[in-house]
């Protein structure tokens, strides 16, 4: 596997490569992580992957100076996945001079982890609009775990007209279904137990919801509750449509998700699942 910094290089390393597929990551690679590298082959000639801890996309209050960085396990497990180049910049590769120019997402960046993580869809989608610049993929992977993040970055390559495919990978779980994420190495011994509660509370309004239950307000506000009863601190719990993460205009036949995000002591936990059929029973 090759390793570039400099953007000159990873361009010149790319030319006559076919068709990239791209999996952009901040490291701490887990299997999830992987699971992307090895769908991205399906997609392309040539498997790029990279490793940037994006500042821009950190509030005052976020973890970007203990966010865990862990360069050569990462490189170990991306040689393992048979991924074919690294682009891993520095802050002065990617941003030689102060970012003055950034991407503006619509309102929905300052809803749900818009709201309590000001700025950050700005910063996702400035960071990945300029590496889709210097890497031109063909095909660009990220996972549906961050789902308004997917939702943000795929909404921004169809009405920018690039020319690129944005595929959502499946969020891989543990056996009792946390969703895997950097962040759980945050999680005490008794957390990581308590954990996959709220993997089983969407687990819940997803089968209400199937069931014919329309009641979005009173599903999303019992499930806050839930989690608080049991020692976490929510943010959201949120019935959505999946296209644009708007609130469910129509009750019936809607792509739906629903999606959370809690704190488990130092833990902020994501989490969602995609409700396709209101009507199933």
Request: charged residues 25%.
């Amino acid at each position: 596997m090759q390793i570039h910094a400099a953007i000159s290089d990873l361009r010149a390393a790319l030319q006559d490569r076919g068709r990239i597929a791209f999996v952009p990551t901040m490291g701490n690679l887990h299997a999830g992580h992987i699971a992307l590298m090895n769908e991205a082959r399906r997609h392309g000639d040539t498997v790029v992957a990279s490793i940037f801890v994006n500042r821009l996309q950190f509030g005052p209050n976020d973890d970007f100076d203990r966010y865990p960085r862990t360069f050569q396990a990462d490189c170990e497990q991306l040689i393992a996945a048979g991924v074919d180049l690294l682009f891993a910049p520095t802050e002065n590769d990617l941003y030689p001079e102060r970012q003055q120019y950034h991407v503006e997402p619509p309102d929905i960046q300052h809803q749900l982890d818009g709201e309590f993580r000001p700025g950050h869809f700005r910063g996702v989608a400035t960071v990945v609009l300029k590496l889709f610049n210097i890497v031109q993929p063909r095909t660009a992977l990220f996972g549906k775990k961050d789902y308004q993040q997917l939702m943000v970055l795929r909404n921004m390559t169809r009405q920018l007209a690039l020319p690129i495919n944005i595929v959502g990978g499946e969020t891989v779980r543990a056996d009792d279904g946390l969703a895997l994420s950097s962040r759980n190495a945050y999680l005490s011994a008794t957390q990581r137990a308590e954990a996959p509660r709220l993997y089983r509370t969407l687990s819940g309004i997803r089968q209400a919801v199937r069931a014919g239950d329309r009641d979005f307000a009173r599903l999303e506000s019992a499930a806050a509750a839930e989690l608080d009863r049991n020692g976490w601190q929510t943010d959201y719990v949120a019935i959505r449509e999946q296209s644009d993460l708007q609130r469910p205009r129509a009750p019936e036949n809607q792509a739906l998700v629903v999606l959370a995000a809690s704190r488990l002591g130092a833990a902020r936990l994501i989490d969602n699942l995609e409700i396709d059929a209101v009507n199933e029973h």
